[in-house]
Every structure is written in structure tokens, then in C-alpha cells.
């Protein structure tokens, strides 16, 4: 009796399929800064300038209009594309690994080059598609990733030099607009609205994060309490607990937090992972308050606050400028 699974060949054909496609991404992707250098230096070096991509769009329509999508459009996208990354030895394995549109999303939505690198290699780590790319660069998540970083702000360099950047980070604020909630809701609301969008959640806070359950109950001595949401972080290899909030940070939050790490880590926890991690998270909080309640307590809680609209990216960037100039002034001091 032939006793084995025939899905083998489903995984060696999807395995190929999927093989082929980054093989052909690839190619394509390489074609299109081979187009763009070669548009580039006739621009540079004629006197027809940027009618150069005009007159390359009509020969393709006159002459081979089978072949689709090199109209002027697309040609002063391969040359934006050529002209950005020229230089750019670092950045040419990673264009490869994204498909057109992700890469157009990021040269047209970044303005430096360490955001770049930054989404570049978040969606290759991520797998982002197209819309969930998108939602990133809409709600600034490098700004406030950056912002999150503290005294720990990455330089280019440093960004290249690190195989898993971006790692996880709890963030110091999450933007949670697609939970379109009304101006009156409760915490109750609150946890329902990111259990009925937690797919979005989860793009949110990062997909190594697994959700486990909801008000999940534990047991210290003959008392039931029951945590607002419970993940596992793959990365982090720890339980991570999110208590919400619907007002500012409290003090006294603090307390309740550690107690349900001290209960998950010993009767949740496996032997192989790490310590549990919690994540107060509040529509507000005062940093000097937040700073006074986590000075004596062990570094496993950590204050987020949540927007329920976009912040405003510009004021987001001056924030970064700032945190950027108060770190390389300090540098320098030192």
C-alpha cells in the first residue's frame, strides 16, 4: 500500500512557481535601470533633453506596439529610478527583490536615502503587497519607528549593516485610524474594533507578531484576571501583553501590568522563550510621567499611545530633525 502525501509535489511547484517569479522580477527590474541609464545619458548629453523620453515613447508606439507599458510615463519613471539609485551599490540587490509598483511607492514617498533603505528592506522582511506598503508610507511608520529609537538613532550605515533591520520595536505611537471609531467609545469599543481589523493591527505593531486571544484569563492564587490581548512575537520569542487604554497613562497602570507578566511567565511561558513583554497602550501620556513610573521597574513594559487619525508627517519630520540634531550635538560634545 502506497502510503505517502502527493501535496510534495504541490510545495515542489509552488516552490519553483514562486522561484521563477523573483527570477523574472528580477530581470525586469534590471531592465528597467538599463532603460533608465541609457534614457539618462542621452538626456544628459543631447540638446533634446527631456523630450528624449517623448520621442522614446513614440518609436515604441510606431514601431512595436505590441509591446506594453513604455509610454512617456513610464520611461520618466525609469530614469527618476536610474538617477536615484546610480550610485547606489547598497540599494540594487534589494530594488530586485521588490516588484515595480513597490519600488515606485518608495522612490515617490521617500526623501532620503536612510528612509529609503529603511522600506526597502521592511517590505523585503515583511512581504509587504502593494496596499499594505502604501498604509506604511501614508502613516509615516519610518518617522515614528525612528522616534521610538531614542538615544539608539541609526545612520545609514549602520541600517545596511544589520541583516534583520527593521527588528522589532514597540513603538512610542501607533496609529490605529483604520479602526474609524466614533468620538464617544469605550475601552470595550476599543478592543473590539482591533479584534474586528486585526489583520490591519497586525500590520500595525509587525507580522511577527501572532495573536493568541483576547481578555485572556490567568490565575494568581484564587483570583481570575483577564488581559485585553495576548500575542506571540516570533522575533522577540516571548508572550507580549497589550492592556488598552482609553485615557491618558496612569501610574498605577504599572502594577497591574507586572503582575500579569510575573503570572504568564510562570505559568504560560515555555522553557525556550523569553521573558513576557507588556505593552500599555494609552490614547495619551505625559513622557515625565512615563519615565518617573519605569525608572525602578525592569524593562518589560513599556508606554505606547495610539492616534485614531494620521499625524501630520511634516510635524512627524521635525520631530526626527530634532531628535537627529540633539544626538549629533551631544556626539560631538562627548
Not at 33 to 58: H, P, R, V
Not at 141 to 158: H, V
Request: with cysteine; aromatic share 12%.
Amino acid at each position: 500500500m502506497l502510503d505517502v502525501s502527493f501535496s510534495k509535489i504541490v510545495e515542489l511547484i509552488e516552490k519553483r512557481r514562486k522561484n521563477a517569479y523573483r527570477k523574472i522580477n528580477e530581470e525586469m527590474i534590471l531592465l528597467y535601470l538599463e532603460i533608465g541609464k541609457f534614457l539618462y545619458e542621452l538626456i544628459e548629453n543631447s540638446s533634446y533633453g527631456d523630450k528624449i523620453t517623448t520621442k522614446a515613447s513614440d518609436f515604441m508606439k510606431n514601431n512595436y506596439p505590441s509591446l506594453k507599458g513604455f509610454n512617456k510615463r513610464n520611461f520618466e519613471r525609469m530614469v527618476q529610478f536610474y538617477r536615484t539609485y546610480k550610485d547606489d551599490e547598497i540599494a540594487t540587490p534589494l530594488v530586485t527583490q521588490l516588484s515595480w509598483t513597490n519600488n515606485l511607492l518608495i522612490l515617490n514617498g521617500t526623501k532620503s536615502s536612510e528612509e529609503r533603505y529603511f522600506y526597502l528592506k521592511l517590505c523585503i522582511k515583511e512581504n509587504y503587497s502593494k496596499r499594505e506598503l502604501y498604509r506604511q508610507l501614508q502613516s509615516s511608520y519610518y518617522e515614528r519607528y525612528m522616534l521610538s529609537c531614542k538615544n539608539d538613532l541609526l545612520n545609514t550605515e549602520e541600517i545596511n549593516s544589520k541583516v534583520d533591520y527593521p527588528n522589532t520595536r514597540i513603538l512610542d505611537t501607533y496609529s490605529l485610524e483604520f479602526l474609524n471609531l466614533p468620538i464617544n467609545y469605550s475601552e470595550k469599543d476599543l478592543k473590539k474594533a482591533i479584534i474586528k481589523n486585526l489583520k490591519d493591527f497586525i500590520l500595525e505593531i509587525g507580522k511577527d507578531f501572532t495573536f493568541i486571544g483576547d481578555e485572556y484569563r490567568i490565575q494568581v492564587g484564587n483570583r481570575d484576571y483577564f488581559i485585553d490581548l495576548l500575542f506571540y512575537n516570533r522575533e522577540l520569542s516571548c508572550l507580549v501583553a497589550f492592556e488598552l487604554k482609553i485615557g491618558e497613562y496612569m501610574s498605577e497602570y504599572i502594577g497591574k501590568m507586572n503582575l500579569y507578566l510575573e503570572a504568564l511567565d510562570r505559568s504560560v511561558k515555555k522553557k525556550n522563550e523569553n521573558p513576557s513583554v507588556g505593552v500599555i497602550l494609552c490614547s495619551s501620556k505625559n513622557n515625565d510621567i512615563v519615565k518617573y513610573s519605569l525608572s525602578k521597574n525592569m524593562p518589560k513594559t513599556l508606554i505606547s499611545e495610539y492616534k485614531l487619525k494620521l499625524i501630520d508627517k511634516k510635524i512627524l519630520q521635525n520631530k526626527l530633525s530634532e531628535m537627529k540634531h540633539i544626538l549629533e550635538k551631544n556626539i560631538n560634545i562627548s
